[in-house]
């Protein structure tokens, strides 16, 4: 008989289980409060309106929305894809062959690790990082840049001591990409200012470095002003921008997006077609009735108000019951996620199962880290439990810690 492990692959063996997929179980277990997944509140889907839209696209459109389709992605949502890009993010320019629709921006990620990462490549990603992308990057073998985050972003100073150490060495051309997510970062909560922006762009120009954008919550946004995204900054110049439909539509409808040089996206489509041929039709159609109807955004305003309330729920529960000297934590001024921080000599991954006792849970910080190291972090999303959760939530948490 065939011994399995014998014969795994090297990408396989890079494979780790993902905390993430072990706490979506917990997000369908009532006996728990979840600050885990970052799953939308099903209270902001317009599910009624989707119903009605599903019949129609299933009755009038099925040769179409029942079929195979292009990898590239269906016309008419790009269509709106387009129009929204240059509406809300005044990003123009945009034709068909700069995009491509994926199953979720996770297969995006998995995507630019495909065509760009190999086993002698550099990826620059901000500590802490996204954990998708860090198992999508990681299963190509690359050598990891590990860039610190400030309350403004990145830190530039590293980044330009990193590039300028990798050109000297002359291995500049193995950094494949610097991979941020500029608003309401996932864990950390912060949000790249412009200067830093206009900074990063201008080493990324000056290093021939592609930037890698991703924007899963930049319509999240709660407080301040808006700060045009790096795509729009640099016109499009060396920088992929990844989006999703799953934060503010539905995350059940699997519909992301790839937009940047056309080279790039047709290298991305080829690596799709070898995976799912295309992204499922009727979604992608669905989704393009719904976007037409312009209504999408005035929804939005009203999922922006439940999570703000929400945010400030979980951060005035912070402040009364995480009594802990040394204790703080970020105050987002959008997305889903608050990152707290305790005093180094707790360990939050030692604490998750006796959270989990008293009927709580929450990320890990050790999980955002590519090094896996012990961190007194933790990640809270405030978006799926109603308000009287959060309170009690955090106030089991508190208590924990003070015990």
């Avoid at 970052?38 to 459109?61: C, H, I, M, W, Y």
């Amino acid at each position: 008989m065939v011994e399995a492990e014998k014969i795994f692959s090297k990408i396989s063996k890079r494979m780790k289980s993902s905390i993430i997929r072990e706490l979506l179980k917990d997000s369908t277990n009532t006996s728990i409060i979840s600050f885990g997944g970052g799953a939308p509140d099903p209270e902001t889907f317009d599910r009624k309106a989707l119903a009605k839209l599903s019949q129609k696209v299933l009755l009038e459109e099925y040769r179409i929305a029942l079929q195979y389709g292009a990898t590239e992605g269906d016309s008419l949502l790009k269509d709106q894809f387009i129009r929204i890009l240059k509406e809300r993010h005044e990003i123009e320019g945009l034709d068909y062959d700069n995009m491509l629709i994926t199953v979720g921006s996770q297969q995006a990620l998995d995507l630019m690790g495909k065509i760009f990462l190999d086993e002698d490549s550099y990826a620059m990603v901000s500590h802490p990082i996204y954990l998708g992308a860090a198992s999508a990057f990681r299963a190509y073998g690359p050598k990891f840049i590990t860039i610190d985050l400030e309350d403004d972003g990145l830190n530039i100073n590293q980044v330009e001591d990193a590039l300028k150490k990798l050109d000297e060495k002359g291995e500049i051309s193995k950094l494949k990409f610097i991979y941020t997510v500029p608003n309401f970062h996932n864990p950390a909560g912060v949000t790249m200012s412009l200067e830093k922006r206009k900074a990063l762009l201008k080493l990324a120009h000056k290093y021939d470095v592609l930037v890698l954008e991703d924007d899963p919550y930049g319509e999240l946004r709660y407080e301040g002003e808006k700060i045009p995204d790096i795509y729009k900054l640099a016109n499009g110049e060396g920088v992929v921008l990844l989006n999703t439909m799953s934060k503010i539509m539905s995350p059940g409808i699997r519909i992301g997006m790839i937009a940047g040089d056309k080279k790039i996206v047709a290298k991305a489509a080829l690596a799709k077609q070898g995976a799912d041929l295309c992204t499922p039709t009727f979604t992608q159609r669905l989704v393009a009735r719904y976007l037409e109807k312009g209504t999408i955004f005035d929804k939005m305003a009203k999922a922006v108000e439940i999570y703000r309330r929400k945010k400030n729920v979980m951060l005035d529960a912070l402040d009364k019951y995480v009594k802990v000297d040394g204790a703080k934590w970020t105050k987002p001024e959008g997305g889903l996620f608050i990152w707290v921080t305790l005093p180094e000599k707790y360990d939050t991954m030692k604490l998750f199962e006796k959270a989990k006792k008293v009927g709580v849970s929450y990320i890990p910080g050790s999980a955002f880290y590519i090094d896996d190291r012990v961190s007194s972090n933790m990640r809270l999303s405030f978006c799926l439990p109603p308000e009287n959760q959060i309170d009690e939530g955090i106030r089991r948490i508190g208590k924990l810690i003070r015990s």
